[in-house]
């Protein structure tokens, strides 16, 4: 407890109420805490200035190497990456359309999101002037006309019922010539699953870097070498170089340490034993639920996924039994002081992700939540 005093002490002078993240890379939440080697690196960072044109350059050769794809671009997250990338769709490297955007008066501005495919990301393609035209999974080829400038294709959501696979997607939108932006924001394990995208065929591919590590405001644009070339001109050193006062990505300004901290962060994840750290999670999460051992109506189960959230607790909730519901156990959760965010599955369960607590607050999560069911 008084390692968690002394770090809220901060957020105690500005009034605002720490939180124990027990529920994952949410962004509302802060999104991540980098490791001492990013914490390292960005330090180091700040001892000199940079030309931001060279780091950028640099930093995206050695994430498309660690990627093994042609291209990347450092961004202010995953969906400025999909903003950057619709962009670079819609204009190519033509500078008079960069100027324009986001009028996109006469241009290639439609991108097709299968109907099932529906998110509430979708909309970070519409900053650049795109819009998006959902459609039939059956229709896609049909509807691929000369005013797409793009497939939306939310990777989370490949293999959902009645829609077509990122594999069909990409050999449909292909053989019309119209690339596909795949949107793969935490899918970043297993490290193969990382770089399958654009060996895929993806066109380009936004990631979320705070996922692997990095910071909350961070993410990553990789793909094809013209299309990222085009996503660069758009953004905010584009716009300070070599399309001076044209590009619309000026507010998506990253710093130096930000860059540093995403090139660190995933040279880190892909050096990472991560057999050992799944491992590390299943036996937190075992400890917690030994805690809990004897709640009534409480299931408690480990579930095992791919991407960010590869080991969560669920613990399944009887309100017939049980001493609370799945409502009053994370209000109870969040109203404490620090406050405790976990998962929720509807009200079914809620859900501990190890991904985001630190390990000295694992007792502490167990205990108030035991306070609520023994």
């Known amino acids: 407890m008084a390692t968690t005093t ?28 980098p490791s001492a080697r990013v914490r ?21 050769q050695v994430i498309a190497d660690l990627l093994e794809c042609e291209a990347a671009y450092v961004t202010p997250g995953a969906a400025a990456a999909l903003a950057l990338g619709a962009a670079a769709c819609i204009t190519g490297a033509d500078s008079d359309k960069i100027g324009r955007l986001p009028d996109t008066t006469g241009m290639k501005a439609t991108i097709l999101l299968q ?15 795109a819009h998006v035209v959902e459609v039939e999974p059956s229709q896609l080829e049909a509807a691929l006309g000369p005013d797409v ?13 009645g829609t077509r696979s990122l594999a069909q997607v990409i050999e449909a939108a292909h053989a019309r010539g119209v690339p596909v932006l795949v949107d793969a924001a935490g899918r970043i394990y297993p490290l193969e699953k990382f770089k399958s995208y654009t060996r895929a065929g993806a066109d380009l591919v936004a990631f979320g870097a ?14 094809r070498k013209d299309l990222v070339a085009a996503a ?12 001076w006062e044209k590009s619309f990505g000026r507010p998506l300004k990253l710093d130096r340490q930000s860059i540093v901290a995403v090139v660190t962060a995933l040279q880190e994840w892909f ?3 991560h057999e050992a750290r799944l491992a590390g999670y299943e036996r937190r999460l075992q400890a917690i639920a030994s805690e809990l051992q004897g709640a009534p109506g409480v299931t408690p189960s480990i579930v095992r996924n791919d991407g960010p959230s590869a080991r969560v607790l669920r613990l399944a909730i009887d309100p017939g039994r049980a001493r609370s519901d799945v409502a009053s156990i994370v209000d109870t959760l969040w109203s404490g002081t620090p406050a405790i965010a976990v998962g929720r599955d509807g009200d079914a369960a809620i859900t501990v992700n190890p991904a985001t607590l630190r390990e000295e607050d694992d007792g502490l999560v167990a205990a108030r939540i035991g306070n609520l069911l023994l």
């Open 6 to 33: 002394t770090a809220s002490g901060i957020y105690e002078q500005l009034g605002v109420t720490p939180v124990i993240n027990a529920r994952g890379n949410n962004t509302v939440l802060g999104g991540s805490t």
């Open 40 to 60: 390292r690196a960005m330090q180091d960072a700040e001892r000199y200035y940079v030309d931001m044109q060279q780091l950028l350059e640099r930093s995206g």
């Open 115 to 129: 109907t099932p495919h529906r998110y509430h990301y979708q909309r970070a393609v519409t900053v650049p002037g």
């Open 149 to 161: 400038a793009a497939v939306l294709f939310p990777a989370h959501l490949d293999g959902a019922p």
């Open 210 to 223: 705070k996922y692997f590590g990095a910071l909350n405001s961070s993410g990553i644009l990789c793909g």
């Open 232 to 243: 660069t001109l758009h953004g905010f050193i584009g716009f300070e170089t070599v399309a």
């Open 271 to 273: 050096e990472m034993d």
